[in-house]
């Protein structure tokens, strides 16, 4: 395994994709996983900064197509949030989209149309949940109405494809 020879090294990329039903669990990186986690604090004090590297790092696995990864890490990342803050509802919604992209591959439409639906509810709440002064936090610096917009455009449609997954960073970015 590529394991960075310092901590300011970037992180390597899982061996591969892991897929249930199409590879048995222990077929899933987890030692390349585990370095990830272990970047995550056992609780963020006030929010989650935008720049924190296992956080950068769940986005960019669920936009290499590491759906099953950036899932599980994006858990660990929003059980270390501040309870009751902005950033829970905004990682729940990233962890729906991740969760849904990987039904899409898994060809299940339906399912990832249901958890869409579901990322879509998290930031209808956290839209109407009052904002924290401007800041580093994730919250503040992730444009929630560009992927609202990219949401109802998904589920407006009659079926979904594997093509139809999002990509977090590139909604980042815009």
């Known amino acids: 395994m590529n394991v960075p020879p310092n901590p300011g090294d970037p992180l390597p990329w899982p061996q591969w994709a892991y897929v249930p039903g199409e590879t048995a669990a222990a077929d899933a990186d987890y030692e390349t996983l585990a370095l990830a986690k272990a970047l995550v604090p056992s609780a963020f004090r006030g929010y989650v900064p935008a720049r924190h590297p296992a956080l950068r790092y769940g986005l960019a696995l669920n936009d290499r197509g590491y759906f099953w990864e950036a899932q599980e890490l994006l858990e660990t990342v929003w059980a270390a949030a501040p309870q009751g ?19 899409l591959r898994m060809q299940r439409p339906h399912s990832a149309t249901r958890l869409f639906g579901d990322a879509l509810a998290e930031l209808q709440v956290l839209t109407t949940r009052k904002a924290a002064a401007a800041g580093n936090g994730f919250v503040e610096t992730f444009p929630v109405p560009a992927l609202v917009a990219l949401l109802q455009a998904k589920l407006g449609r009659d079926r979904l494809s594997k093509a139809d997954w999002i990509a977090l960073g590139a909604v980042a970015r815009s």
Not at 85 to 102: K, Q, S, T
């Open 85 to 103: 803050g902005r950033e829970r509802i905004l990682l729940r919604a990233c962890i729906h989209i991740a969760n849904a992209n990987l039904r």
